[in-house]
């Protein structure tokens, strides 16, 4: 039975991309993180991501605190928006493809086109674009749904896992109706390729298998399609869900797979099928045996004769091979033969790269045939495997192993069986390049085994975290706060950084303890990998929290203030902050003083932002120092120079000013006034007013 996988099959770019958002976030946040709805449609998945730490919930009303992850689907911009009132951390995980339908249906809807969106209803794609328009849209299955609608203007939208075809009848049918009709093919290029290649396979095998979730739109539409061209087309989630009646009698599998389908669900359909033709073989042998009396005689005498038993497990050693597999030597001058795909799980080109000559190896006797007794490597060691994993699992053990391949969303290794390590779990940090870690033997713990369906769960991250729980508790035994230690800079965040003081025991850097003066983002101080020297201000070994201190690595300036500013003298500064009252001026590193309005100018200012800007380099005079107060009083007018008198006038007479004639008072008969020297008539005169 050849197996052929459809060229575009499984993970799509906005699935992989959700599914990678999803992971960082759990590995920063740890706790309270939540995914609102399913990620994505795949129970393996999401199953997996609840094990890591995630929790599903239907509305953000349900989450009081933390992160939350918006689906690749999307969401309603309300539901956003309403997370964010709450304070929340909002992870949005949306496809592109799906955020571009937002904004084209969108467009559509404000140039006055009513909005026709082709696809299902109850969809969460869906169901997010109708809260964008709110609601304000028609959805239809096909052009059947279209009889009754009659538009005048109209623009076309699709769900971006919708079929091709019935996209394009529901526009030909409105492009009959309507008198004006705008049409945005939002399909995701990568259906179509999915859809494409599921379709050609469907024309050139005998059966197809479609894998995916039951409840996923795109896997479902990938079966519909296939049906078209071939009658014998199988829906299934898991490996475990083939049945062997399907394959009788066939000589080609398709396999094809929904978006939200990881490689290794894929591969253990691929897996499952072998073993299924395999058990086929071992079925079918005993009958044809029977047929021949002759044969069966023959193939008892040659087992009698070698005194080995079927299924039997026998420690040989390799003696030759050629392309189609290795010779054996099984004892008593007998030789054995292992096909070249009963040497290991994974496919290989040729049998050097599995085993080498004179190397000793365990091996199952499976059968005799033409005279030779037919042996599996790939048996022996998959029943060592899961002795060895299920002791394992039950004892939390520890062990090594090598990793042989990167696929999509983590590792393979090679335990004798199939191991798969999600990306989340190959390390604590994350991980953007995988491709390092192929070729490395390095140490795991069994996360989930389960026989039935092949499945072997590999973590590393369980490895590392064990040790650095055992580190933690070495350093924080050796710790105290006040003493001051090496640290490196790992990550930098929007409210500190955290600092690697020692075997990986990180502590938090406060952006408020980075400086003495203000520091508008911790980025503007440390950056990563920065090797630095920080005072440990507080330990808490039952949270496991350390709190660090930079700026308390150096002598708080204020404590020098009084002696390196006296009053009077004039130093120079730079202008930080503009206020209504006034502006504050950098003397030094965590050294601030306030310049009054009333302090900037000879003249009358009206706004600070009149005389100064942030940034600029001004002198200023000391008015005084409160250093128990951390206060300095500066000023801009008394450091600069006094503004010269106006000119007398020639000949040295007195100019009187000019008088006015007549002023008038509400209420008090109008009177004339010489000024001249009669301060007198103006005093009254501005009683009389405020009188007034």
């Not at 609102?36 to 795949?42: A, C, D, F, R, S």
């Not at 509305?59 to 997370?83: F, Y």
């Amino acid at each position: 039975m050849k197996v052929v996988v459809a060229e575009h099959a499984g993970f799509c770019f906005g699935v992989e991309r959700a599914l990678k958002k999803a992971e960082t976030a759990i590995q920063e946040h740890q706790t309270n993180v939540y995914t609102l709805g399913p990620l994505i449609h795949n129970p393996q998945v999401i199953a997996r991501l609840q094990e890591n730490g995630a929790k599903i919930v239907d509305s953000v009303a349900e989450v009081e605190d933390g992160t939350v992850i918006i689906r690749s689907h999307g969401v309603d911009p309300k539901i956003i928006e309403e997370a964010k009132v709450k304070g929340l951390n909002v992870v949005d995980a949306t496809c592109p493809y799906v955020k571009r339908l937002h904004e084209q249906a969108k467009l559509l809807k404000e140039q006055g086109y009513a909005v026709v969106i082709v696809g299902e209803k109850d969809h969460p794609e869906v169901q997010g674009l109708l809260g964008t328009l709110n609601h304000e849209a028609t959805v239809v299955l096909g052009p059947e749904d279209l009889k009754d609608q009659r538009f005048d203007k109209v623009g076309v939208v699709a769900q971006t896992t919708q079929s091709h075809k019935t996209f394009r009848d529901c526009v030909a049918y409105l492009v009959d109706t309507a008198r004006e009709i705008r049409v945005f093919p939002t399909i995701c290029q990568a259906t179509e390729s999915r859809q494409n290649s599921a379709v050609k396979l469907a024309g050139e095998v005998d059966v197809m298998i479609v894998v995916g979730g039951k409840t996923s739109g795109n896997t479902r539409r990938l079966y519909e399609l296939c049906l078209e061209v071939l009658p014998r087309v199988y829906h299934i989630e898991r490996p475990d869900e083939l049945e062997a009646d399907w394959f009788k009698p066939t000589d080609t599998v398709g396999i094809t797979a929904g978006a939200s389908t990881p490689d290794w669900v894929i591969e253990g359909v691929v897996e499952r099928m072998s073993e299924m033709e395999k058990q086929e073989m071992q079925d079918v042998m005993p009958a044809a045996e029977e047929s021949s009396e002759e044969n069966q005689a023959v193939m008892m005498e040659e087992l009698e004769k070698s005194q080995l038993k079927k299924g039997e497990v026998l420690e040989v050693t390799v003696v030759s091979f050629d392309k189609d597999g290795v010779y054996v030597d099984v004892g008593q001058k007998e030789e054995g033969f292992i096909p070249l795909r009963e040497l290991s799980y994974r496919y290989i080109e040729s049998p050097d790269s599995a085993v080498s000559i004179g190397q000793k190896i365990n091996v199952v006797v499976d059968r005799v045939e033409d005279g030779r007794i037919i042996l599996s490597k790939k048996d022996a060691d998959r029943e060592t495997a899961w002795e060895f994993l299920t002791e394992a699992k039950a004892e939390g053990k520890v062990f090594s192993a090598q990793v042989v391949e990167k696929v999509k969303g983590g590792l393979l290794v090679d335990i004798g069986v199939r191991g798969f390590v999600p990306a989340s779990h190959v390390s604590r940090q994350f991980v953007e390049d995988l491709d390092q870690f192929v070729g490395q033997t390095m140490d795991f713990k069994v996360l989930e085994l389960e026989e039935e369906r092949k499945n072997v769960v590999l973590s590393h991250r369980l490895v590392e975290e064990e040790e650095l729980e055992k580190k933690k508790q070495e350093v924080f035994d050796s710790l105290e706060a006040g003493q001051i230690v090496d640290g490196v800079v790992r990550r930098i965040t929007d409210f500190g950084a955290f600092v690697d003081i020692g075997s990986g025991v990180e502590g938090l850097l406060h952006v408020s303890e980075m400086a003495w003066s203000r520091v508008d983002h911790p980025s503007d101080v440390v950056s990563e990998g920065d090797k630095i020297k920080v005072k440990i201000l507080a330990l808490d070994k039952d949270k496991d929290r350390i709190s660090l201190g930079l700026k308390q690595t150096n002598a708080d300036p204020w404590s020098l203030v009084e002696s390196k500013y006296a009053v009077g003298e004039i130093v120079e500064g730079t202008v930080t902050r503009v206020v209504d009252f006034g502006c504050f001026v950098k003397l030094e590193d965590g050294v601030e003083g306030l310049v009054h309005i009333s302090q900037l100018a000879h003249h009358r200012v009206a706004e600070a932002s009149e005389v100064v800007k942030p940034g600029d380099t001004v002198k200023v005079k000391v008015l005084n120092v409160d250093s128990e107060n951390r206060r300095i009083g500066l000023s801009i007018r008394e450091a600069l120079p006094q503004p010269e008198k106006p000119a007398k006038p020639a000949g040295g007479k007195k100019r009187e000013p000019k008088q006015p004639e007549k002023v008038e008072v509400s209420g008090d008969e109008p009177f004339g006034t010489t000024i001249g020297s009669q301060f007198s008539e103006l005093e009254a005169l501005k009683k009389q007013l405020e009188g007034n």
